[in-house]
């Protein structure tokens, strides 16, 4: 038993590692990184003190402990693919907009520069 506390102990300090040099390397947002860290702080937690689980499961009325554990790695996963969702909705919604607003500054400088060419145009037939 001292073993498995070990390795799950050793595995949620390496995923917190892991987590804190991404952010700090800027592979991973300081916002999805605290989510990601509480998460590896948490298995650390749970594997140092396995009881913890098993108390946690009896108040909250779940005879098997384990299924606790999978119900809050499902909810989650579900909270980050719902987070995620919003960002690619917020981030789709900006790119539109962007596209936007490029197409009317380039349909702004092609008419300007039409209108530029009709003048020189008429600069050049009316010159002597």
């Known amino acids: 038993m001292i073993s498995l506390n070990l390795t ?3 595995l949620g300090a390496a995923l917190a590692t892991a987590i804190l040099v ?13 989510s990601w860290i509480i998460v590896a702080a948490t298995a650390a937690l749970l594997g140092a003190w396995p009881m913890l689980l098993d108390r946690i499961a009896f108040v909250a009325g779940i005879a098997y402990p384990p299924a606790l554990l999978l119900l809050a790695g499902v909810v989650v996963l579900l909270i980050k693919a719902l987070l995620a969702d919003i960002a690619n909705t917020r981030l789709e919604r900006q ?4 596209n936007q607003r490029l197409a ?3 349909a702004e ?3 300007r520069a039409r209108a ?4 020189r145009r008429s600069h050049a037939d ?3």
């Open 126 to 128: 009316h010159s002597p």
């Open 95 to 98: 790119v539109r907009r962007l």
């Open 116 to 119: 530029g060419a009709k003048l």
């Open 8 to 10: 799950t102990s050793l």
């Open 104 to 106: 009317m500054f380039e």
């Open 22 to 34: 991404l952010v700090r390397r800027d592979h991973l947002h300081l916002s999805h990184g605290v």
């Open 109 to 111: 400088y092609e008419q």
